[in-house]
């Protein structure tokens, strides 16, 4: 607890991860706090990254423990404790966990994002019995069975096009017309046999008493409502950031993101908001790294005027 270190990074998913390499080739005094036993974030959700360059093709799995390891490998120290809160004295921040307190005098946070909840009846009560926010990791329960996607994004496209290697049929169910995903992910979708787009559809209830054995469907332009025979749903409608524990401390917008820009700035002195955390335009791996790295740039700045 005596220790003051100059920066702790709060997150180990790309972008705190990139923060470690470059903080460790900075010389920083530094910490990086994890609340997973794994690193690496949502990355570790993704069962083929195909946009990271160099990388083409490599799991996300094998993204994350390559992150990690080159971060290890740098020097990099791990504490796993979830942070519960920071407060400031006299310019040294103490960052609060349920195991301890540990002071700096910059801070990164680099929380990253979760999942969001549909918010139909059934869900909660069917999470895990057929229910699912990830498909590489429940998918395999789902071989030869029936399921469906619910979202029109990069998340729930990589999914139905994951799901349809095992599974023997796929709904994809999507509130318009159009999708959301990048072009190459809807193209790829689009040529296999076994996936059934559900366009212009929303989902008013997850049906099942012990297990998931239908999804309610309901046409937004005909009215038109549906019962569709499932064994899973795979939700996939987008992600929240994991920004409770600084909302107060820095300010953040309507969703719950942090309010920084390409600086990493927040409105708090010393802290820094890298990832999909922040507001920005693109959230992806490559993005989130690039904060990482800005971050450490903006630390080492805000350190020199200390
Ligand atoms: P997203 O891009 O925000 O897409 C969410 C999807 O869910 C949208 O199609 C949205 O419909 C739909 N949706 C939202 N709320 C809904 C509701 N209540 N009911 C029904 N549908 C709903 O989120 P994501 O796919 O989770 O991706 C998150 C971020 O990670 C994105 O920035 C994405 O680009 C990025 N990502 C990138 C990659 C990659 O580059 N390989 C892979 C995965 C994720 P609308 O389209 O109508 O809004």
């Known amino acids: 607890m005596n220790q003051v270190y100059d920066v702790i990074v709060v997150g180990s998913g790309p972008a705190g991860l990139s923060a470690a390499i470059y903080g460790q080739r900075a010389g920083l005094s530094m910490i990086v706090m994890e609340a997973s036993y794994v690193s690496g974030g949502q990355v570790q959700n993704t069962y083929e990254v195909d946009n990271y360059p160099g990388l083409p093709g490599v799991s996300g799995m094998e993204l994350a423990e390559k992150f990690r390891a080159h971060a290890e490998n740098m020097g990099t120290e791990f504490v796993r404790a ?3 809160g920071i407060t400031e004295d006299e310019g040294v921040k103490t960052i609060h966990t349920k195991d301890g307190n540990y002071r700096t005098k910059a801070v ?7 999942h969001r909840m549909l918010g139909v009846p059934g869900e909660a009560k069917l999470a895990g019995m057929g229910v699912s926010y990830c498909a590489t990791c429940d998918g395999a329960f789902f071989r030869n069975k029936t399921v469906a996607v619910i979202g029109g994004g990069d998340v729930a496209v990589e999914d139905a096009i994951f799901l349809a290697r095992g599974c023997k049929k ?3 169910v999507h509130r318009r017309d159009q999708l959301r995903a990048a072009g190459i992910l809807q193209k790829r979708l689009m040529e296999l046999d076994n996936v059934v787009m559900k366009w212009d559809s ?14 309610k469907l309901h046409h937004v332009k005909t009215g038109r409502e549906e019962m569709c025979e499932v064994d899973g749903v795979f939700v ?18 309507e969703a719950g993101y942090l309010i920084a820009g390409e600086d990493t700035k927040t409105s708090h002195a010393g802290i820094f908001a890298a990832g999909d955390v922040r507001t920005k335009m693109l959230r992806q791996i490559i993005t989130a790294t690039a904060d ?10 805000y350190l020199l005027k200390l």
């Open 202 to 215: 929303v989902v008013d209830e997850i049906v099942g008493e012990e297990q998931v054995e239908a999804v």
């Open 292 to 301: 990482g790295a800005n971050a450490i740039t903006a630390v080492q700045e």
């Open 108 to 114: 990164i946070l680099a929380p990253g994002a979760t």
């Open 236 to 253: 996939a409608v987008g992600i929240q950031p994991n920004s409770e524990a600084f909302r107060g401390l820095v300010d953040a917008d």
């Open 170 to 172: 796929v709904y994809v």
């Open 82 to 84: 979830e942070v519960t």
